[in-house]
């Protein structure tokens, strides 16, 4: 069986939109800085090849704790009740485990 790899969609677009002075560009870049350098350090790849273009990024990890942690989950809304699934590069919905999200609360 193929290893999964998860993946989450990153857009560049509009970041500094509702930026009112430099101190919001400075206070908005030091964050998504940190946010990379904290994914760098969990093993999260660009998997762009680093043609990002189109102001779109496509970041991945084959391991499911470590995507749960990043916030690559996606909540969708069914039968009443919030379901977290992650997407694979493949296109594929998984539907994360609620132990696995309840432990990722914990780390």
Sequence with gaps: MEEELFITTWRNKWITSEANSIDDFITTFESLAKKFREWKEMGIKLLDDGSVGDDYATF????????????????????KKKKQYLQTIFGKDIEVPREKLENSRKI
């Design 60 to 79: 991945g990890t084959d391991d499911m704790n470590v995507a749960i942690k990043a916030g690559f989950t996606i909540t969708y809304v069914g039968d």
